[in-house]
């Protein structure tokens, strides 16, 4: 989701981002002991793209020319944007949603919704950042995301269960939704590039050229660049 | 007087050097640690580095994380739960984006902890970098 500055700037970008490789839908084998409470299946949610290659869980980020934050951009704290907080449920056996991005700092409230418990571990690179058991109905557990990265969280009982939670130092960033379009505000005036992440398609930087204070994006991940994606 | 004095302590020192260098079997000094053959497997699964499979001697003691020292230099680092858990083996390092882990067995469980298990003769120890998505 991308949050409105309502500070500095005034430009917008906005666009799709897409996949066009044939759309796929894995289900993961449930391992036996875990199948009462989670079902003989669990539908990954790694790549994600509808029949007309629009994909979601991309992540867009506002980088300058530079590879920094935005020019003339401030901290999310000096914009005095309250960090974003997140909630992130544990349902059915999966993490929800599975791709979302905080400002550094920003904390992510961390609720079990399952009828069973779950052990939760994020990592940062190989590095174990924090872990908790949630039993069912366990109060919500609050956490921040204080350095900037892309941190992995994992179930350390039902092993299929991951998602990302990527934070980053300033507030210009989106995810893509069900149809891979995005949009971000307040951006302030300058020259960007923008980063266009994925968790299986990997990450791409954009040069970003605005015209008067809207610009568009529309990038497509390729299969031939992706082989391992294509069966 | 004095010169006995003299004798006896040099005596006894040469006594004492002796036994340094040559320890009587049975004494504290002479006895060997116990040791017994394992054997040891280590396949780095997508990592593409030959793996090692073969047979030493371990004393008494030695757990599977130790064992495996033996042969690889190893990294411990909070994986799960315990900054003794073993992060890396041979400069493969888990991978937890991907979910790769190292994952050990013994005599072909899983039920084994790395390091508190003691090893017994003849115990298959191995030590596998695989995903586990399930």
């Known amino acids: ?231 | 007087m004095k010169k006995l004095k003299k004798t006896i302590k040099i005596a006894g020192a040469l006594i004492f050097a002796a036994a340094l260098l040559f320890p009587a079997e049975g004494s504290a000094m002479g006895r060997k640690p116990k040791t017994f053959p394992i054997h040891m497997a280590v396949d780095f699964g997508p990592a593409d580095k030959p793996g090692y499979s073969g047979e030493f001697e371990v004393e008494k003691g030695t757990t599977p994380k130790e064992a495996v020292s033996r042969v690889y230099p190893v990294l411990s680092g909070m994986a799960c739960c315990s900054l003794r858990d073993l992060i890396e083996i041979g400069g493969v390092r888990i991978d937890p984006a991907k979910n790769y882990w190292w994952v050990c067995s013994l005599n072909g469980s899983r039920k084994v902890s790395p390091r508190k298990t003691k090893l017994k003769r003849g115990d298959r120890v191995e030590w596998r970098y695989i995903e586990e998505s399930q």
């Open chain 1, 1 to 231: 989701m991308a949050l409105r500055s309502g500070n500095l700037g005034a430009a917008e970008l906005s666009g799709r981002i897409s996949y066009d490789g044939p759309a796929v839908k894995q289900a993961l084998r449930v391992e036996e002991k875990r199948k009462g409470a989670c079902g003989a299946s669990v539908d990954s949610p790694v790549l994600i793209a509808d029949a007309h290659g629009n994909l979601k869980n991309a992540v867009v980020i506002l980088e300058s020319r530079k590879g920094d934050a935005p020019e003339n951009s401030e901290s999310a704290a000096d914009l005095q944007v309250a960090p974003a907080k997140l909630t992130l449920d544990q349902k059915n056996c999966r993490f929800d949603p599975h791709v979302a991005v905080v400002t550094s700092g920003g904390a992510v409230e961390i609720s079990n919704t399952d009828p069973m418990a779950h052990d939760v571990r994020a990592f940062l690179g190989s590095k174990i950042i924090f872990q908790f058991e949630m039993d069912a109905g366990h109060p919500v557990v609050s956490k921040e995301f204080n350095e900037p990265g892309v941190y992995v969280l994992r179930c350390g009982l039902h092993k299929w269960m991951h998602a990302y939670v990527i934070a980053v130092a300033h507030p210009y960033f989106a995810v893509t939704s069900e149809d891979g379009s995005f949009s971000i505000f307040g951006i302030p005036e300058g020259n960007y590039r923008a980063r266009v992440w994925h968790e299986k398609l990997g990450e791409v930087v954009i040069p970003i050229t605005f015209v008067g204070e809207k610009s568009s994006l529309d990038y497509t991940f390729s299969v031939h660049n992706n082989p391992a994606t294509a069966s």
